[in-house]
């Protein structure tokens, strides 16, 4: 199960700074996604998607790769918009404590809307879960983006 736990000042601190991420995406012509990684308080890596440049440069998967494989286990996710399998995947082979993501991802989503890989118990780690909701208005950046403006 997802975690209960309020939302602290610290997390809306992180997503924001996963929005800015987003942003950066949409400016490059990518896809709105922003990953920040925190350990202790402390950030230990941000990204955005590239996929336009590898097909496996997705936000969550270049801020896990810009941290010594040390440094990862215990560290937070936040990801504006929910990994897909790939990078759901990474979060628990890396062993991370927990990812935070703003938005459902219902076409990919591979850690709470389709498949839940980072809870299941089959596998040797497993990561906490968490959904924000909307934050900085990522929901409204990835309308834009895919040219859904009117959805409600």
């Not at 950030?43 to 590898?54: D, F, I, V």
């Not at 936040?78 to 993501?101: D, H, I, Q, W």
Request: charged share 25%; glycine share 10%; with cysteine.
């Amino acid at each position: 199960m997802r975690s209960k736990r309020r939302v602290s000042k610290g997390d809306l601190f992180w997503m924001a700074l996963a929005v800015c991420e987003a942003r950066k995406a949409v400016r490059e012509g990518e896809v709105p996604v922003g990953a920040v990684l925190v350990k202790d308080g402390r950030l230990l890596a941000k990204a955005h998607n590239r996929t336009g440049e590898h097909p496996l440069y997705h936000a969550e998967i270049l801020a896990l790769g810009e941290v010594a494989p040390e440094e990862l286990e215990g560290a937070t996710l936040y990801v504006t918009m929910e990994p897909c399998v790939m990078c759901s995947g990474a979060v628990v082979l890396a062993r991370l404590k927990e990812v935070v993501f703003a938005v459902e991802n219902p076409r990919f989503g591979g850690t709470y809307s389709l498949y839940q890989i980072p809870l299941d118990t089959r596998l040797v780690h497993r990561v906490n879960v968490r959904k924000l909701g909307d934050v900085g208005g990522i929901t409204a950046l990835l309308r834009r983006y895919f040219g859904r403006e009117d959805e409600g």
